[in-house]
């Protein structure tokens, strides 16, 4: 909103994304380009994980990926 007041606007101006693709984002007066994670997906993973550690407390540590989408809007079409 600060920025509408100082006369900028993405995309002419400046680019911007969101990282949680909530309800308002697709909302006309924003149009916020955004990644949707899948929160159940998540939330799967961080259970399985825990449970796994609960199993056999010294299990290093790991990293777990869950794809993400891009959700392409107004406020950044230039993205790849």
Known sequence: MECAQRGREAPADFQLIGFDNTPTTAQYSYQ???LHQDVAAIAR??????????ADPSQPSRTTWVEVTLIHRRTSPFVI
């Not at 993973?45 to 609960?54: F, S």
């Open 45 to 54: 993973q961080a259970l399985a994980r825990l449970l796994e550690r609960a």
């Open 32 to 34: 916020l380009t955004t």
